[in-house]
């Protein structure tokens, strides 16, 4: 079970802005120290997730189709942080749209605080 202090850490609302920054980079292709920024948030924002995640998949029953997709989502978001991206702006761009997919699948297993 999620706590409300989990969903304090994670600020949905800051999340989905930084989603929108990302597609934007992408279309835009920003200076390379704009996008630095964003994808230094956006790796806050997935480490944070991934943490999340894997305690969700651990509570999970152990041969659940809803255990199973979690870890698929965490290790398609680990492959996701440990790229590296290209020394320029299309690179960084590409990295932080990577990094934005990764995210958008790990948000779907966030529960609305109650």
């Not at 949905?12 to 704009?34: F, G, M, N, S, W």
Request: hydrophobic share 45%; aromatic share 6%; charged share 25%.
């Amino acid at each position: 079970m999620i706590t409300t202090q989990s969903h304090r850490r994670l600020n949905r609302a800051q999340i989905r802005t930084d989603l929108c920054k990302a597609v934007d980079a992408y279309v835009l292709i920003p200076p390379i120290h704009e996008t630095a920024r964003l994808i230094a948030r956006l790796t806050r924002h997935l480490t944070g997730l991934i943490r999340l995640t894997e305690r969700q998949a651990a509570a999970c029953a152990p041969e659940s189709v809803d255990r199973w997709m979690r870890l698929a989502s965490l290790e398609r978001a680990r492959v996701a942080l440990g790229k590296r991206p290209e020394p320029d702006a299309e690179g960084a761009a590409d990295h932080a749209l990577t990094l934005y997919w990764a995210l958008f699948e790990l948000i779907d297993y966030l529960r609305d605080p109650t």
